[in-house]
């Protein structure tokens, strides 16, 4: 039975590859072939249209203000990226998402928009394997990192975790700004948690900037693999996250969470983290403009439903007055939803791609 079940998950899992890894990229030739040629992580700013300029510490950039609120989005397993020569961006229109800008709302706003890129790192066949790099240089693949011929190279000689800690680090020491905010979809849920508990490591110790502390951390349809890790003592990295995440509550940091698709609670393919959902403020969206079977599809629609939803004003509750889990909700409110014992599913506007019609009910918690 357990073999059985084993073949099953693995099937599953390659099934699950072979779809995600067609989604959520950025359209061919948004990036140079350099890119992808040489290895290319960190941190890049974001303006209208999906132009961009990568951070460079010391210059000045583009679409970077040092003392304006900021936002950066980390994408997560990038399977079969770096030969297709695609990345993620604001707009999702290539992967079944809206044809519009996600980060408009938020720049108009007066916001920095980034991402943190670990695409090359994250091109791995096995889901776990590039899992492995953002707690680990001792993972079953070590760092190596993937080029546009689809080829594998040695990596640096420290995890993902830090090397985008150090990005984010280095290219916002003069940060002024009152706000920032971390959203990490599927694995980038877990380099979200990863970078936030290196920043408050960093500002304790005295070498971080203390403007970086993180506002808010948002989890996008989050992955956790099953069963214990060598490379953090024998954990499972759901549970490894758990103890970050209550520390950076401990410190301040709110989190939120929202889960679309059940390629992350089924013991086939993932971890569901029950314990990890019920520390935050917890909605579960319901895509149904896809069918049952695009799980793949759903699960990238938590990435255009946060980041759309800023557009919108917050979400009502059936039979409530009070307001629903959105990008745009009150940090005060999402914290008491974060402390309280419901969850939040959503009620209206589950067949329609856009946040506005949206409405959600209370549940108990998992």
Known sequence: MKTQASRLGKAALMLFGLTLSTLSMAYPGVFPQSVFQNLDYGLYWFGNNDNYQKAIPGQSNAYYSNSKPTIIYIHGWQNGSSKAKNRETFNRSDSDGPDVDLAYSWRKAGYNVGILYWNQFADEGEVKDAEAKIWSTNGPRQMRWRDHNGNYKSGPNKDAGTLMFESLRDNMSNYTGSRLVLAGHSLGNQMAIVVAKKLKDGISAGNTNSKLKPKRVALLDPFYS????????NQWTGAKARGYVDTLKSWGVIFEAYRSSSVTNTFLVGDENKGLLNKTAFVELKPWYFQSWQQAEKHGAAVWHYLWSFS?????????????LSAKTSDSRVKTLMNGSKRLIHDLGAWTKSPNDDRFKYGSRL
């Open 226 to 233: 099953n069963g214990q890790k060598s490379y953090i003592n």
């Open 312 to 324: 919108y004003s917050t979400p009502p509750i059936k039979n409530s007055s009070d307001a629903a």
